[in-house]
């Protein structure tokens, strides 16, 4: 065990010298994509749950940003930036979840950007205090998903056949529908065909499925109440 992990374990930090741990968060959609490849690539690994409401004090040393994720290799060097790791992650694999293509590949990567935006505009729609913020933020999101559509062709995922990097990082974005759309008018999927089968089939992947726990709906209806935004005010 190194060094800076017995440290870290001094202070409580339940992580052993695993190759790979991920430092993580029940809901976070960042630490989803992570997660999410990791499991496509069948890399094993450490996931460690930490609650942000409540940081561990070992974790600003980790975390520069005091976010997560945070990729831990072998309890020593640290990684931040969901999107750096997941990059990380696709490079030390044998076989990558990216287009060979160099253009491809860069045009995956602006688009994955896109997505990071859609996630800001789903903070937008459950931190609202009135209607007109959140139907601000749902427009947004349309006008971006619309945008997407027009990306996409034959499916089942973003590029065809192979579920790649950029499948990874819209899935945790798609996954917020299926509670948001009890609460709030989400009928813009009806008029994205596309959009909403990269959904469904994003939807039936187990990598996709076991990236969160089996009380992730309630735990994050929870979450949304808490808020006490106007999206909390409809749900009872
Ligand atoms: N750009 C970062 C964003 C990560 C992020 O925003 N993580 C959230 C949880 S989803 C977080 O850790 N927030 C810190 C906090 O809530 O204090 C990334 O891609 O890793």
Redesign the pocket.
Known sequence: MTQHLAELNKQNLDVSDAEITLIS?V?????QRSVIILKEQGTSYQRLDID?AN?PNWFAKVSP?????VLMLEGKNSL????VICEYLDEINTSSMHPDNAYEKAHHRSWIEFG?GILGDIVGVYNATDKAGLEQSLQSIQTKLSQVEKQLSQGPFFSGDTFQVIDAVYSPIFRYFNTLEKYVDCSFFEVLPRISAWRHALSQRASVQTAVAMDYPERLETFFKARNGYLSSLIS
């Open positions: 968060h809901l976070c959609p960042f630490v942000l940081k940003l005091g976010k997560v994720p931040f930036e969901s999107q990071s």
